[in-house]
């Protein structure tokens, strides 16, 4: 872990840190491993996600726009990184605008910019998220973060439980074939128990250097929630 963390922080390319991220989960880190890599890769993320053509983030303004989602919405940007997906947000006319990230460096990279009024350092996992209540948010997003070793299928009630009933969920799992995330069979789950609607499940090519990806689009119902 130690090597990992050191050659992150070295001089080093934007295509060899990306290989450096597929190196690294394929030791089967820890949730706390993660966090440290990131907050390593903190001031070269940025940089990195240009060089791999990362466009999801603004992926998830258009899904927004074409939802008709007023510029008053509230929303939390989960896995917010260094901020990029909230300045996008931002740009689009959204005002009220929190975070979540797990990396303590990367958290201060992205209240830097401006655009967040809130700013919460946590790891998502199956217990509802610590300092926010039940049906805080008109919208959650979530860019990236479902992703082998990042966030999984059973973080997912977590997120639903943050949204107010009829408020929607923009979340993007990579990879498409949903190996290591296991987010689809929890959307269907929550479906089929009648927490959520499956508003929009989209293939996303190339969502990630060459891997493919999965955009949902989700409402959380008003009635027969598990939450």
């Known amino acids: 872990?130690?090597?990992?963390?050191?050659?992150?922080?070295?001089?080093?390319?934007?295509?060899?840190?990306?290989?450096?991220?597929?190196?690294?989960?394929?030791?089967?880190?820890?949730?706390?491993?993660?966090?440290?890599?990131?907050d390593a890769w903190g001031p070269n993320y940025d940089i990195d996600m240009k060089h791999v053509s990362y466009q999801n983030p603004k992926s998830v303004g258009d899904v927004l726009a074409s939802l008709g989602i007023d510029k008053s919405a509230s929303i939390l940007d989960v896995g917010a990184g260094t901020g990029e997906g909230?300045?996008?947000?931002?740009?689009?006319?959204?005002?009220?605008?929190?975070?979540?990230?797990?990396?303590?460096?990367?958290?201060?990279?992205?209240?830097?910019?401006?655009?967040?009024?809130?700013?919460?350092?946590?790891?998502?996992?199956?217990?509802?998220?610590?300092?926010?209540?039940d049906n805080t948010y008109d919208v959650i997003v979530s860019s990236g973060s479902f992703y082998p070793y990042h966030m999984n299928g059973k973080c997912l009630p977590a997120l639903v439980r943050a949204v107010r009933p009829k408020g929607y969920l923009v979340l993007s799992s990579c990879p498409h074939s949903d190996e290591g995330v296991e987010l689809r069979p929890a959307v269907h789950a929550l479906k089929k128990?009648?927490?959520?609607?499956?508003?929009?499940?989209?293939?996303?090519?190339?969502?990630?250097?060459?891997?493919?990806?999965?955009?949902?689009?989700?409402?959380?119902?008003?009635?027969?929630?598990?939450?």
């Not at 009648?194 to 990806?213: C, M, R, S, V």
């Open 86 to 133: 909230g300045r996008k947000l931002a740009d689009a006319g959204f005002k009220k605008i929190d975070g979540l990230d797990g990396s303590p460096l990367m958290l201060e990279k992205a209240k830097e910019l401006g655009v967040y009024r809130k700013l919460f350092c946590q790891l998502v996992g199956e217990k509802p998220l610590a300092d926010i209540p």
């Open 1 to 38: 872990m130690a090597a990992f963390i050191e050659t992150m922080k070295g001089e080093t390319t934007p295509p060899q840190r990306i290989q450096l991220l597929h190196d690294f989960l394929e030791t089967n880190p820890t949730p706390q491993q993660v966090e440290e890599f990131y």
């Open 193 to 227: 128990s009648g927490t959520i609607a499956i508003l929009k499940e989209e293939y996303i090519p190339k969502w990630f250097q060459n891997e493919d990806g999965t955009m949902y689009v989700l409402q959380k119902n008003v009635l027969n929630s598990k939450f």
